[in-house]
């Protein structure tokens, strides 16, 4: 198990930036796939973002495609997100979360305890 330690949310109005940052230790950042979700109230978790080991690949939702961007810093084990032109409809806790390559993102991932983003608009 790996555990996670995100920071950086908060409140932004509409149109704003925000910067996440998740902090791993417990097994070697490198072998891990990183990835954000976030649960919005009332609503399921979903995915955001990942980021392949080296940091080569990276997948988007389409919701957040042109806006966000996942990067990782293999050196300081820290994965990031940064959130530009941040809609209302982005507010969520955001999840920070690791595995291996090819285990999915169920019981064996590693999560994070979340960070609240709240879009004013």
């Known amino acids: 198990q790996v555990q996670l330690v995100e920071s950086g949310g908060g409140l932004v109005q509409a149109g704003g930036s925000l910067r996440l940052s998740c902090a791993a230790s417990g097994r070697t950042f490198s072998s891990d796939i990183m990835a954000w979700f976030r649960q919005a109230p009332g609503k399921e978790r979903e995915f955001v973002a990942s980021?392949?080991?080296?940091?080569?690949?990276?997948y988007y939702a389409d919701s957040v495609k042109g806006r966000f961007t996942i990067s990782r810093d293999n050196a300081k084990s820290t994965v990031y997100l940064q959130m530009n032109n941040l809609k209302p409809e982005d507010a969520a806790v955001y999840y920070c979360?690791?595995?291996?390559?090819?285990?999915?993102?169920?019981?064996?991932?590693?999560w994070g305890q979340g960070t609240q983003v709240t879009v004013s608009s």
């Open positions: 980021i392949r080991e080296s940091g080569s690949i990276t």
């Open positions: 979360a690791a595995n291996l390559p090819g285990a999915g993102w169920g019981m064996s991932a590693s």
